[in-house]
């Protein structure tokens, strides 16, 4: 065949994606002169091409070019995100489940949105057994300050002093209403441990020797009896302060109802004697003398907790549960 001159010969079509220099014919391979078209003008763009505006990538060349050096992408003018801890929790209503926090940044300045944490869940009551087991019986009353929301004020009227007497009430408080069960009425070993429920602490007077170990023959089997036990009449003793019940609370300035003030425990007997008789005013007043008792406890816990706590104080600093099982506060 006839050999066509340069200029004559025909022109293949651009194949896609080939640059306007190869479709111009430019031998394959051979580089643009500067300040051809298709070159930016530091020589670094790829023939007929533009270069990306966040530019190359660090430490990547460019085909066709003798620039090896890492490109530098220009600063960016976007705000800087926020740091994941200025995050605002996300709203309850309509927000994310689960509580996953939102992405919205919180402002300066404003208020945290209202927590629907649960109040403290009770503590559990082998927790509260173990601590009885483990602290001895002269230093439970430490307990009380931890304990007071979960305290159960406990107090007995009996048949008489001897350990076989029947319990004739029970009254147990939780220091913002009280229950007085009676004997043939309501007092029962499920009602018992329905008013313990909740308890973590028993409150009592004279009870280390009195109450409870009668209310242990009588209602076996309550996990209450074991708890850890805050004796106030034990407390009242190692502050100096003598009488029974009645004559600690008017030491102590705790007043009763007039009609109440000459009600003691052999009278609580009486007046049961009477009830049984049939006297319909006997039983009325025992079970309010049995509450006025019960009361009287809950009004006496804190002030002789706070007269031991001044006066057994632990040097400062010092947790107090380091004194516990001590008579006295380490020294040192």
Do not use: M
Request: with cysteine.
């Amino acid at each position: 065949a006839p050999v066509l001159p340069e200029r004559a010969r025909p022109r293949r079509p651009a194949r896609a994606g080939a640059s306007p220099g190869a479709a111009a014919g430019r031998p394959r391979g051979a580089r643009p002169r500067a300040g051809s078209r298709g070159q930016t003008p530091n020589g670094r763009g790829a023939p007929g091409a533009t270069p990306p505006s966040g530019g190359a990538s660090p430490g990547l060349s460019v085909p066709g070019d003798s620039f090896r050096g890492p490109v530098t992408p220009p600063a960016s003018t976007a705000p800087p995100a926020p740091p994941l801890d200025r995050l605002a929790p996300a709203p309850a209503a309509g927000g994310p489940p689960g509580g996953a926090p939102s992405l919205a940044p919180a402002l300066p300045g404003a208020e945290p949105p209202p927590s629907d944490e649960a109040a403290p869940p009770l503590p559990p009551l082998h927790d509260a057994l173990a601590l009885a087991r483990l602290i001895p019986r002269g230093d439970q009353w430490r307990l009380f300050s931890e304990l007071a929301a979960e305290a159960r004020y406990v107090d007995i009227e009996t048949t008489g002093l001897d350990p076989s007497d029947e319990i004739t009430l029970v009254g147990v408080s939780d220091g913002h209403g009280t229950r007085v069960l009676v004997r043939g009425r309501d007092l029962s070993t499920a009602a018992l441990a329905d008013a313990l429920a909740h308890a973590r602490l028993l409150v009592t007077y004279n009870g280390g020797a009195f109450d409870l170990p009668r209310l242990r023959r009588a209602f076996p089997g309550l996990p209450g009896w074991d708890l850890p036990h805050f004796d106030l009449a034990t407390a009242a003793r190692r502050l100096g302060l003598k009488g029974g019940l009645k004559g600690v609370e008017q030491a102590l300035g705790v007043r009763r109802p007039r009609d109440l003030r000459g009600v003691d425990g052999l009278a609580a007997v009486s007046l049961w004697r009477a009830h049984q008789a049939g006297d319909p005013d006997a039983l009325r007043r025992l079970v309010r003398y049995c509450r006025a008792d019960v009361e009287g406890l809950v009004s006496l816990a804190p002030r002789l907790y706070a007269r031991l706590a001044q006066r057994r104080e632990p040097p400062a600093g010092q947790p107090p549960l380091l004194l516990l099982g001590t008579d006295r506060a380490p020294t040192g």
